[in-house]
C-alpha cells in the first residue's frame, strides 16, 4: 500500500506544474490514458495511439467504449469513441453521454422558439444507429441496469407520460404512465403507475406482454421473483410472486425504505403485532422466519448482501439472512442514505463520528469526521478537513492526503477534485486512472 500511496503522492505533487505535462496513468485493461501538450487521448500498452490526444479529459472505460470530453473556447462537449477499432461514434456535440448495459444514452439542451428544454436519445453503438431519437422524448433512463428503458415523452394533449422500451427501441409497453420501475433481477416485469388510475398501481410483464392480475396502493418492484404489494385500506402487505399470486400471510407493515436496492433472495423485514420479522418465501411453503420477533425503534434497514440493520434500545441490531448471523453494534446507528452493501460496505455513525461496516458484520469503529465507501481494498476518511485512505484493517495512510474525494455515479472509480472542474480519477487500488474536466455544459 504504501508504494502506491508514494506514487499518488508523487502524482499529486505535479498538479501545479504544467498542467500535468508528465502525467503517467495506469493500464485499464488493453489500453491507457495518455497526456500530451495538456491534451488527453488513448494508447494502447505498446504505445499505439487509439485516440488522439486533443481532449480536455478521457473517462474511465467502460468495456470497449470510451468518453471523451472536449472543449471548445466556451463550453465542454462530450463525444463517444471504441477503442478497438479508434472509431469516433458520437463527435463532441452532445451535453451528457452515459453508457448502460449495452446501450448509450446521449442528450443536449435546446432552443426552440423561446423554449428552453433537454432531449435524450438512445443509441447502440453496435449498429451506429438511433433506436429511440423522437423529438418528443424528454428523457431517457435505464431500467434493470440497462434491460429495459424508460422513455418519457412530453405531448401536447396530453403532458409528461412515460412508456417502457427494450434496448431495440421497441416500445414495450405502450401506456401513459406517470412511473414505472424495475430492478436489475426483476425478470421483465415492471412495476407500473398509469396515468387516470388514480392511486392504483400494477405489474406488467414485459417479457409475455401481458399485465399481471392485481393491482395495489404501492406495487414494489420484483426482485428474484417475488415482490412486496402494499393496500391502506383495509393496511395490508403481501409478498406475490410472477403470477401475481400472494405467497404469504397478510403483514401489518413492509420496510420498504431502500427502494433502489430491493431485497432478492426471498428476503423481506415484515411486521406484525408482537414486532419485526424477517423472512424469506419460497415458492410452495410457507415463509421461514429467520429473525423475530425485535421490538426496534424505526423501521429496520435492509442494506444488501442479504443483511439486516434494526435499530433496538440498546443500538443497532445487524443480521445476515444468509448464514443467521448477528451482531450488535451498542451506540451506533447506520447510515441509511449510504445503504450500498451491493457495493462491498456501508457507513455507520457513532458520537458524532463516522465508520465503516462491511457485509461480514464486521467494523471500522466511527471515529472520522466523514467517510467515503470501500470500492475494493481501500476507502476514504476526512480528518481535519483533509481525506486520508483507509485499508481493510483499519489503517489510515496519513503520508498522503487530498482536498476532496467522491464515487463515480456508476461507482466504478474515485474522483479527485484538485481544481476547479478538474478531477483525477483513481481506480479502487488507488492508482491514477485517467483525468476528467467537469465544465459547465449548460
Known amino acids: 500500500m504504501k508504494r502506491i500511496m508514494l506514487v499518488l503522492l508523487m502524482v499529486l505533487c505535479l498538479v501545479p506544474v504544467?498542467?500535468?505535462?508528465?502525467?503517467?496513468?495506469?493500464?485499464?485493461?488493453?489500453?491507457?490514458?495518455?497526456?500530451?501538450?495538456?491534451?488527453?487521448?488513448?494508447?494502447?500498452?505498446?504505445?499505439?495511439?487509439?485516440?488522439?490526444?486533443?481532449?480536455?479529459?478521457?473517462?474511465?472505460f467502460a468495456g470497449d467504449l470510451c468518453i471523451v470530453e472536449g472543449v471548445s473556447d466556451e463550453e465542454c462537449c462530450i463525444g463517444l469513441w471504441r477503442l478497438s477499432t479508434g472509431e469516433e461514434l458520437l463527435?463532441?456535440?452532445?451535453?451528457?453521454?452515459?453508457?448502460?448495459?449495452?446501450?448509450?444514452?446521449?442528450?443536449?439542451?435546446?432552443?426552440?422558439?423561446g423554449r428552453y428544454g433537454f432531449r435524450n436519445h438512445l443509441y447502440d453503438p453496435e449498429t451506429g444507429r438511433m433506436v429511440l431519437d423522437d423529438d418528443a422524448i424528454s428523457e431517457i433512463w435505464p431500467l434493470a441496469d440497462g434491460q429495459?428503458?424508460?422513455?418519457?415523452?412530453?405531448?401536447?394533449?396530453?403532458?409528461?407520460v412515460t412508456r417502457v422500451a427494450a434496448p431495440d427501441g421497441t416500445i414495450l409497453l405502450d401506456e401513459d404512465c406517470q412511473a414505472v420501475d424495475a430492478a436489475p433481477t426483476s425478470n421483465g416485469i415492471v412495476s407500473v403507475s398509469r396515468i387516470g388510475s388514480g392511486d392504483d398501481e400494477r405489474y406488467y410483464n414485459t417479457a409475455a406482454g401481458q399485465?399481471?392480475?392485481?393491482?395495489?396502493?404501492?406495487?414494489?418492484?420484483?426482485?428474484?421473483?417475488?415482490?412486496?404489494?402494499?393496500f391502506y385500506r383495509p393496511r395490508a402487505c403481501y409478498v406475490i410472486d410472477e403470477t401475481g399470486a400472494a405467497v404469504s400471510p397478510a403483514y401489518l407493515d413492509m420496510a420498504s425504505d431502500s427502494v433502489s436496492l430491493q431485497y432478492g433472495k426471498g428476503l423481506f423485514a415484515v411486521r406484525q403485532e408482537d414486532g419485526w420479522y424477517v423472512i424469506?418465501?419460497?415458492?410452495?411453503?410457507?415463509p421461514a422466519v429467520l429473525l423475530g420477533p425485535v421490538q426496534t425503534v424505526g423501521d429496520p434497514r435492509y442494506l444488501g448482501n442479504?443483511?439486516?440493520?434494526?435499530?433496538?434500545?440498546?443500538?443497532?441490531?445487524?443480521?445476515?439472512?444468509?448464514?443467521?448471523?448477528?451482531?450488535?453494534?451498542a451506540g451506533v446507528s447506520v447510515d441509511y442514505s449510504y445503504a450500498c452493501f451491493i457495493r462491498n460496505c456501508?457507513?455507520?455513525?457513532?458520537?458524532?463520528?463516522?465508520g465503516f461496516l462491511f457485509d461480514d458484520l464486521s467494523v471500522i469503529e466511527p471515529a472520522f469526521d466523514d467517510c467515503v465507501e470501500f470500492l475494493g481494498d481501500y476507502g476514504f476518511v476526512e480528518i481535519d478537513g483533509l481525506w486520508y485512505p483507509i485499508d481493510r484493517s483499519g489503517h489510515v495512510d496519513m503520508s498522503v492526503s487530498f482536498p476532496d474525494v467522491s464515487i463515480s455515479d456508476d461507482w466504478n472509480y474515485y474522483l479527485i477534485e484538485y481544481a476547479d472542474d478538474d478531477v483525477l480519477c483513481l481506480n479502487p487500488d488507488l492508482e491514477p486512472i485517467s483525468r476528467r474536466s467537469f465544465c459547465?455544459?449548460?
Open 346 to 354: 456501508t457507513l455507520i455513525w457513532g458520537h458524532g463520528k463516522k
Open 91 to 113: 463527435p463532441c456535440d452532445y451535453d451528457n453521454i452515459e453508457i448502460t448495459g449495452t446501450m448509450v444514452i446521449h442528450g443536449s439542451a435546446y432552443s426552440d422558439e
Open 440 to 442: 459547465d455544459h449548460g
Open 306 to 329: 442479504q443483511v439486516f440493520a434494526l435499530s433496538v434500545d440498546e443500538g443497532t441490531l445487524l443480521f445476515s439472512g444468509a448464514d443467521s448471523r448477528q451482531a450488535m453494534l
Open 148 to 160: 429495459l428503458f424508460a422513455v418519457e415523452y412530453l405531448l401536447p394533449e396530453v403532458g409528461t
Open 280 to 286: 424469506r418465501v419460497s415458492s410452495g411453503a410457507d
Open 211 to 230: 399485465w399481471l392480475e392485481g393491482s395495489y396502493d404501492t406495487a414494489w418492484p420484483f426482485a428474484d421473483g417475488y415482490a412486496g404489494v402494499f
Open 18 to 60: 504544467s498542467a500535468f505535462s508528465e502525467e503517467t496513468f495506469a493500464p485499464m485493461g488493453n489500453y491507457r490514458v495518455f497526456c500530451a501538450d495538456g491534451l488527453y487521448g488513448v494508447q494502447t500498452l505498446d504505445g499505439e495511439t487509439v485516440i488522439p490526444a486533443a481532449f480536455a479529459g478521457i473517462q474511465p
